[in-house]
């Protein structure tokens, strides 16, 4: 056997063998070496991901520029609904007082509102053809005008007035045979009256609502028709107690 092939013999022996100079130590630092790296890689992606993600979600939540919001508000504003007219408004009043006075009093026919924007001017002579509503003026009210209704005797109306009115007990009852006030569970004062006006039966009766607001709803029944200035009768078609009901109706929009 020669040198060559004892040499190659030799290696093939121990090629499977680790170097003289092998450190597992070092071999364990390696794999720790690799181990952090793939930690570190991962952890990147990560936060890559959730920047990505921040980028689309600040723009929201960051300060805007003054002409932004003011453009932004503008239209907000301009998509919000337009305030109801007054005429319109005066309309659901008229309708729900007579809803209501229909059903508390059923015997009642030909129950309609007729209430005006300002001061409701008087007919002066009975006519089928309504007067026309006038400008309202400094301290007349906002609405005005009247619940018409036939009851046994006839055809009559209760008269209706509501805005700023200004209120005052001591006026409101003076000459009054019956005036006392109900304090309602809303803050408003209800106060009723009933007067005989030199009679002795009850020529008017009135009912006033005060809101905390300085809003006042009046409401009165007379002995005589107070759309024509005629008709007039022994007492009046309407007591205190239904007024009341209507005065303090919740689906009557007065505010």
């Known amino acids: 056997m020669s040198e060559q092939e004892i040499r190659e013999g ?17 071999l364990i630092r390696r ?11 991962v952890a990147v992606g990560v936060a890559t991901a959730v920047i990505a993600v ?8 960051l ?34 007082l007579a809803a209501k006075l229909d059903q508390t009093m059923p015997n009642l026919r030909d129950v ?35 619940l018409q209704l036939t009851d046994d005797i006839g055809p009559t ?11 005052s007990t001591n006026s409101f009852c003076s000459t009054a045979t019956l005036c006392r006030e109900f304090p309602q569970t809303d803050g408003t004062v209800v106060h009723e009256a009933e007067f005989n006006e030199g009679g002795t039966e009850v020529a ?13 709803v009046r409401l009165s029944s007379h002995n005589y028709n107070p759309v024509t200035q005629a008709g007039l009768r022994q ?10 009901t209507l005065v303090t109706d919740p689906a009557v929009p007065w505010q």
């Open 31 to 41: 794999v720790e070496q690799k181990k952090s790296r793939r930690r570190a890689l």
């Open 10 to 26: 030799m290696l093939l022996a121990v090629w499977d063998e680790p170097p003289l100079d092998f450190d597992p130590d070092q």
């Open 204 to 216: 008017r009766a009135e009912v006033a609502r005060v809101f905390r607001s300085g809003f006042v």
């Open 63 to 96: 300060p805007r520029e003054d002409g932004q919001l003011a453009s932004e508000v503008q239209t907000t504003q301009s998509s919000a609904a337009p305030s109801e007219p007054a005429e319109k408004r005066a309309r659901r009043i008229g309708d729900a």
């Open 157 to 167: 109306a209760l008269r209706v007035q509501a805005g700023e009115l200004g209120f």
């Open 112 to 146: 309609y509102g007729d209430l005006r924007v300002g001061r409701y001017p008087s007919y002066g002579t009975y006519t089928s053809v309504p007067p026309t509503s006038a400008a309202k003026r400094p301290g007349e009210p906002e609405f005005s005008g009247y």
């Open 235 to 244: 007492t009046v078609p309407l007591r205190v107690g239904v007024l009341t």
């Open 54 to 61: 921040a980028s689309f979600s600040l723009p929201g939540l």
